[in-house]
């Protein structure tokens, strides 16, 4: 570990979700994109598109609600081998082939993110039990600079563990947003969200109505309205709590516009700029 301060030095964070992963051309577009992206970074996949169709071809129900899967016994091994195993290993070898030198990562390796069991929630008045699905609890920033520093670049799956040798099922925007608070004190943090539209919309249909910067203010009146909703929802709560956590800047885009200068920016209130 490098004692000298890194603060000022750079260091982006890549978050792309399970429709991406789906698609070969902005899959392939991503990872070029990705790779030519200079100095530090850390990329983080999500992958639950390819694990409801592999619960399907083992006949195990794959049961949402509110966008979340509820994950059993069945479901954690479907999530563990899919996340941890086929979609992380594809993109690291994917990412070698570009020049990278990846190391993939499950929270469990290397103790890099450790969660606690979500407790039954009220869900439209009813109880629900998401199973063995993670809170974060902590990330070793300390580790993950180590790799970086070394000239690795993590790539993260969508799992953390409880240090009681259990895995756990966890939100990739939220893997993504807890590991670049973790780094912000040690890099000036750019983190990016990539899916498939160019970000936040006032209209879902209408790719033309993107909003530029949304403040926490802007995102309590959307919400309100109904402007932002469904998934969206922990997205811009992820990407509000990391700057609020020091992240220095917050995008959502589209998977071929991820050199920053696209899409949506999620931003304090005293940094909102028209």
Do not use: C, W
């Not at 082939?97 to 606690?116: F, P, V």
């Not at 109505?209 to 992820?238: C, H, Q, W």
């Not at 995008?251 to 899409?263: E, K, L, P, S, V």
Request: glycine share 10%; no cysteine.
């Amino acid at each position: 570990m490098r004692e000298k301060n890194q603060a000022g030095v750079p260091l982006t964070i890549v978050k792309v979700g399970g429709a991406v992963v789906e698609d070969e051309q902005q899959l392939t577009q991503l990872l070029k994109d990705f790779a030519a992206i200079s100095g530090r970074k850390v990329l983080v996949h999500g992958g639950g598109r390819k694990a409801t169709k592999m619960a399907e071809r083992l006949g195990i129900e794959t049961t949402m609600v509110n966008g979340r899967r509820v994950t059993d016994a069945a479901t954690l091994e479907v999530v563990t081998m899919v996340y941890g195993g086929l979609v992380n290993k594809q993109l690291v070898a994917r990412l070698q082939a570009g020049g990278i030198n990846a190391l993939g990562l499950t929270g469990a390796d290397a103790d890099t993110m450790r969660s606690h069991r979500r407790p039954p929630v009220l869900v439209d008045g009813a109880p629900v039990d998401y199973g063995y699905v993670g809170d974060v609890d902590r990330v070793n920033g300390q580790t993950l600079q180590t790799l970086i520093e070394a000239g690795i670049t993590p790539v993260m799956a969508p799992l953390t563990h409880d240090g009681e040798g259990n895995l756990l099922n966890t939100n990739a925007d939220t893997i993504a947003g807890e590991t670049a608070k973790a780094l912000a004190a040690a890099y000036d943090v750019t983190l990016i969200y990539a899916f498939e539209k160019p970000g936040v919309l006032r209209s879902a249909d209408d790719d033309t109505s993107l909003i530029p910067v949304i403040t926490r203010a802007d995102f309590v009146r959307y919400k309100a309205d109904g402007t932002i909703s469904g998934g969206m929802l922990p997205k811009i709560e992820n990407a509000l709590a990391a700057v609020d956590a020091g992240v220095s800047r917050v995008i959502i885009t589209r998977a071929d516009a991820i050199d920053g200068q696209h899409g949506t920016a999620i931003v304090r209130e005293n940094s909102k700029q028209q």
